[in-house]
């Protein structure tokens, strides 16, 4: 469904992604996991066109996505919830949800989504009238997902979601990937929190300055002896 | 009394195109994250246009004001495409230095083309006005006001209520977050740049109204007061440029009357100053935290 192959990405003179190769296939959960700077935020961003690559190719649904502009990704099926959640702040939660449906044009389908969206986060209903930047994290997190929800993706592009939450939320939170999953959305997700993401994940990659180093069955891949020292602090 | 509300309305008149500009100026801030000190000769540029196709050529009133708004967006988005967009990524100094350069360029154009007399346009406003109570209400401060009342109606509806609008207030507050919400983020920033420049030419048109004359400096200083408005206000806030506008206006009008008409521009401008340095985001901007 997604392909990567021999991505490299420069910052400037900074060589941020030096070569990398991974696919994603219909159906299934991948971890991108690795240390802060490894540069899974930065292949992300190179995904949906947020930052340009400077060779590589990355094949979604075969087509180049190096070659679509950036706004016209979402529309293929591929929504991206980023680092640090980057919801609209100043705009209301009803808001946020509905520029999530920016590119769809059916008002009825749009709003059997919300529907959907708002049973699976109660909260969202709840506050819907809420300025978003006045929600918790955890909160903004579930705007974050629910507002890509929207844009009715084939698969999701999920960075750090557990980032500066309690350890209350990070549970929610991967329940509801793993729920989001059970409904037939792909998801490629980055994460810090590498024994969470490995335990919801089919397959993973281990990023290190700009390279894959290891990759395989997430189960696998958590009884490594590598893995475990380097990011499951066993 | 009478003196009072005559230059309260004045004030008013003063403050709408001050309003209407800084709007212009409030909008691109907003989304481009730039100065854009071209924007006052926009005014120019409507004046003129103003002066061939109503005064010389003698076009009915609505499609002399069409292609005044016309000629502007035109122009405002040419600037945008072939001056600011290569600079996109770099440095706002840079940005803010292209400005002024555009700025400089269009009244030299405008010189070259136009000589340095200023020329008369005739008023549009042909509206007789009338006295209520010994205050005399002109027919340009009814029409002024008016106009001005309806565009900044339809503009907070067209921001509020529309798709277009909403992907603009999500471009101002996070570009990429908007790109990957399918917003084109290019075609946003074309749009406030057109709609800015075609208020830019009604308050030309307005501002020719009350002054009748045009030269090739005549949008520089409303421009910088307008742009003073917009900070005063709250750069990047819509009902800031709007209140600011007005004040401005009642504020120098009123220090005209009552204190001195060469000091009105230096009370103004005193304002400004006083203001931020109590207020630095302005009366109605809002301070933006930086969450990570």
């Given at each position: 469904?997604l392909?990567?192959e021999?991505?490299?990405?420069?910052?400037g003179?900074?060589?941020?992604?030096?070569?990398v190769?991974f696919?994603?296939?219909?159906?299934?959960?991948?971890?991108l996991?690795?240390a802060?700077g490894?540069?899974?935020?930065?292949?992300?961003?190179?995904i949906t066109?947020?930052?340009p690559a400077?060779?590589?190719?990355?094949?979604?649904?075969?087509?180049?996505?190096?070659?679509?502009?950036?706004?016209?990704?979402v529309?293929?099926?591929?929504?991206?919830?980023p680092?640090?959640?980057?919801?609209?702040?100043?705009?209301?939660?009803?808001?946020?949800?509905?520029?999530?449906?920016?590119?769809?044009?059916?008002?009825k389908?749009?709003?059997?989504?919300?529907?959907?969206?708002?049973k699976?986060?109660?909260?969202?209903?709840e506050r819907?009238?809420?300025?978003?930047?006045t929600?918790?994290?955890?909160?903004?997190?579930?705007?974050?997902m629910?507002?890509?929800?929207?844009?009715?993706?084939s698969?999701?592009?999920?960075?750090?979601?557990?980032?500066?939450l309690?350890?209350?939320y990070?549970?929610?939170?991967?329940?509801?990937?793993?729920?989001?999953?059970?409904?037939?959305?792909?998801?490629?997700?980055?994460?810090?929190?590498?024994k969470?993401?490995?335990?919801?994940?089919?397959?993973?990659?281990?990023?290190?300055?700009?390279?894959?180093?290891?990759?395989?069955?997430?189960?696998?891949?958590m009884?490594?002896?590598?893995?475990?020292?380097?990011?499951?602090?066993? | 009394?009478?003196?009072?509300?005559?230059?309260?309305?004045?004030?008013?008149?003063?403050?709408?195109?001050?309003?209407?500009?800084?709007?212009?100026?409030t909008?691109v801030?907003?989304?481009?994250?730039?100065?854009?000190?071209?924007?006052?000769?926009i005014?120019?540029?409507?004046a003129?246009?103003l002066?061939?196709?109503?005064?010389?050529f003698?076009?009915p009133?609505?499609?002399?004001?069409?292609?005044?708004?016309?000629?502007?967006?035109?122009?405002?988005v040419?600037?945008?495409?072939?001056?600011?967009?290569?600079?996109?990524?770099?440095?706002?100094?840079?940005?803010?230095?292209?400005?002024?350069?555009?700025?400089?360029f269009?009244?030299?154009?405008?010189?070259?083309?136009?000589?340095?007399?200023?020329?008369?346009?005739?008023?549009?406003?042909?509206?007789?006005?009338?006295?209520?109570?010994?205050i005399?209400?002109?027919?340009?401060?009814?029409?002024?006001?008016?106009?001005?009342?309806?565009?900044?109606?339809?503009?907070?509806?067209?921001?509020?209520?529309?798709?277009?609008?909403?992907?603009?207030l999500?471009?101002?507050?996070?570009?990429?977050?908007?790109?990957?919400?399918?917003v084109?983020?290019?075609?946003?920033?074309?749009?406030?740049?057109?709609?800015?420049?075609a208020?830019?030419?009604?308050?030309?048109?307005?501002?020719?109204?009350?002054?009748?004359?045009?030269?090739?400096?005549t949008?520089?200083?409303?421009g910088?007061?307008?742009?003073?408005?917009?900070?005063l206000?709250?750069i990047?806030?819509?009902?800031?440029a709007?209140l600011g506008?007005?004040?401005?206006?009642?504020?120098?009008?009123?220090?005209?009357?009552y204190?001195?008409?060469?000091?009105?521009d230096a009370?103004?401008?005193?304002?400004?100053?006083?203001?931020l340095?109590?207020?630095?985001?302005?009366?109605?901007?809002?301070?933006?935290?930086?969450?990570?």
């Amino acid at each position: 469904m997604l392909t990567v192959e021999n991505l490299k990405v420069y910052y400037g003179m900074i060589n941020a992604i030096k070569d990398v190769s991974f696919r994603v296939e219909q159906g299934e959960v991948i971890a991108l996991i690795g240390a802060n700077g490894a540069g899974k935020t930065t292949i992300l961003h190179t995904i949906t066109g947020l930052v340009p690559a400077k060779s590589g190719s990355i094949t979604f649904k075969g087509i180049n996505l190096l070659k679509t502009p950036a706004h016209k990704i979402v529309g293929m099926g591929m929504a991206h919830v980023p680092e640090g959640r980057r919801i609209f702040q100043e705009l209301t939660v009803y808001e946020n949800l509905m520029l999530g449906a920016y590119t769809r044009k059916d008002k009825k389908a749009i709003s059997d989504t919300l529907a959907k969206i708002y049973k699976r986060f109660p909260r969202l209903e709840e506050r819907k009238t809420q300025i978003a930047g006045t929600l918790s994290g955890g909160e903004q997190q579930m705007l974050a997902m629910g507002r890509a929800l929207m844009s009715k993706p084939s698969i999701i592009l999920m960075d750090e979601p557990s980032m500066g939450l309690s350890p209350l939320y990070v549970n929610e939170i991967f329940d509801i990937i793993r729920e989001i999953s059970k409904s037939g959305t792909t998801i490629l997700l980055v994460e810090q929190n590498a024994k969470k993401a490995l335990s919801i994940a089919d397959r993973a990659y281990v990023l290190e300055t700009g390279n894959i180093v290891l990759d395989g069955d997430a189960k696998e891949l958590m009884n490594d002896d590598k893995v475990k020292k380097a990011y499951l602090g066993e | 009394m009478q003196q009072f509300c005559e230059q309260l309305l004045n004030g008013l008149n003063l403050g709408s195109v001050y309003a209407l500009i800084a709007l212009g100026y409030t909008m691109v801030y907003g989304i481009a994250k730039m100065l854009n000190f071209a924007h006052g000769d926009i005014i120019m540029v409507g004046a003129y246009t103003l002066l061939l196709s109503s005064t010389r050529f003698g076009l009915p009133w609505y499609l002399a004001v069409l292609l005044c708004a016309v000629v502007c967006c035109v122009l405002g988005v040419s600037i945008e495409k072939i001056a600011y967009k290569p600079l996109r990524n770099a440095s706002p100094l840079t940005v803010l230095i292209t400005a002024i350069g555009v700025s400089y360029f269009l009244q030299s154009s405008a010189l070259l083309i136009f000589g340095s007399n200023k020329q008369k346009v005739d008023s549009l406003i042909k509206i007789k006005g009338f006295t209520v109570n010994g205050i005399n209400v002109s027919g340009e401060s009814i029409v002024t006001l008016s106009v001005t009342i309806v565009i900044m109606i339809l503009l907070t509806l067209f921001i509020k209520k529309t798709k277009m609008g909403k992907a603009m207030l999500a471009v101002s507050e996070d570009k990429g977050a908007a790109q990957l919400m399918g917003v084109n983020v290019n075609a946003t920033i074309s749009l406030t740049f057109a709609i800015g420049s075609a208020l830019a030419a009604v308050a030309g048109i307005l501002y020719m109204s009350s002054y009748g004359f045009v030269g090739p400096y005549t949008g520089s200083l409303p421009g910088i007061k307008a742009f003073v408005a917009a900070v005063l206000g709250g750069i990047g806030s819509i009902p800031g440029a709007m209140l600011g506008g007005i004040l401005l206006g009642i504020i120098e009008s009123m220090a005209k009357t009552y204190i001195s008409t060469d000091l009105a521009d230096a009370i103004v401008f005193g304002i400004l100053i006083v203001v931020l340095l109590f207020r630095p985001t302005g009366l109605l901007g809002k301070k933006r935290i930086e969450k990570v």
